[in-house]
């Protein structure tokens, strides 16, 4: 959803193209004509690219704040310390402002106090909005970035909700100049494979790296191979039980791996029953 200046356009035409695009012409009560295209991309599931384009046809000079709403997930009506950070919802942002690029997260506490927010002056290649399962996810493509990432918190029909926003670029319109931007967007589910494709570190939203409540590289790493190992078995198994069976395979290879140490831990208890009665 696209709005400019704090106000949502007013839809003039909306239009259908043969490749499956939908194209949408709005205007703004200060003049400014908006073009929004969403184009699938049949490569890839779940995925389509979004352009907007704005242009000032008044006859004064306009500044346009550009907000796009990158979805919504709901919130658990309730929650305890036992709740693990995966189970809620949560906003990313890849800030690549600095030297080296960083994950900005804003976990489900932060958008229910409204501090779920960027500071002003970085710049994000991409944002996203997810929860235990599915997530809202949206590049700037080109040289294009993203200027501010927030979140807010609402109740629809009493069920409590969580949004994400994403800001661009400031820009000063003359009479007749216009801007325009290019996004990749996914909206579908947190698959391993899928997330890994879609960009830079976008695989961290699973926070498959999550030890009870801190992160560490070795769990992420541990997590990554077993996940890769069941979704080949169950590839390679087929059926409804692939995932069962892919289990039960990793948990007896893991068994093989660490039999050598059992083993020999099993043999030094068995010794020390037997000299216990001497002792």
């Known amino acids: ?9 007013v839809p003039v035409k909306i239009a ?3 490749d499956g695009s939908v194209r949408r012409t709005s205007r703004t009560e200060q003049g400014l004509s908006v073009e929004e295209a969403w184009t699938p991309q049949p490569e890839k599931d779940y995925g389509f690219r979004y352009t907007v384009g704005i242009r000032n046809d008044g006859k004064d000079p306009l500044k346009a704040t550009a907000t796009v709403n990158l979805g919504t997930v ?9 709740s693990s950070n995966a189970d809620l919802a949560e906003i990313d942002a890849l800030s690549v402002g600095g030297k080296e690029p960083e994950l900005r997260t804003f976990d489900q506490s932060k958008i229910l106090k409204d501090k779920a927010g960027t500071a002003d002056g970085e710049s994000f290649r991409w944002a996203a909005i997810h929860s235990k399962y599915f997530i809202f996810y949206l590049e700037a493509l080109g040289d294009h970035r993203i200027a501010k990432v927030y979140g807010k918190h609402f ?6 909700q969580a949004s994400g926003h994403l800001e661009l ?3 000063m319109l003359a009479p007749g100049a216009s801007k325009e931007w290019d996004f990749n967007a996914y909206v579908g589910p947190k698959e391993y494979q899928r997330m890994a494709d879609l960009g830079e570190q976008t695989v961290k939203v699973l926070r498959m790296d999550l030890f009870f409540f ?5 769990m992420g790493a541990l997590s990554r191979w077993v996940l890769i190992a069941l979704v080949k078995l169950n590839g390679w198994i087929g059926g409804p039980w692939g995932y069962g069976i892919g289990i039960v395979l990793i948990t007896f290879a893991i068994k093989v791996l660490f039999w050598p140490l059992s083993h020999k831990g099993s043999v030094s208890m068995f010794k020390l029953q037997q000299v216990q009665p001497k002792i």
Request: proline share 14%.
């Open 1 to 9: 959803v696209f709005s400019c200046n704090g106000k949502p356009p």
């Open 16 to 18: 259908r193209g043969e």
């Open 74 to 82: 709901p919130l658990p009506a309730s929650t305890s310390m036992f």
């Open 155 to 160: 109740s629809d029909g009493g069920a409590p």
């Open 169 to 171: 670029q400031t820009e």
């Open 214 to 218: 801190w992160h560490a590289g070795w």
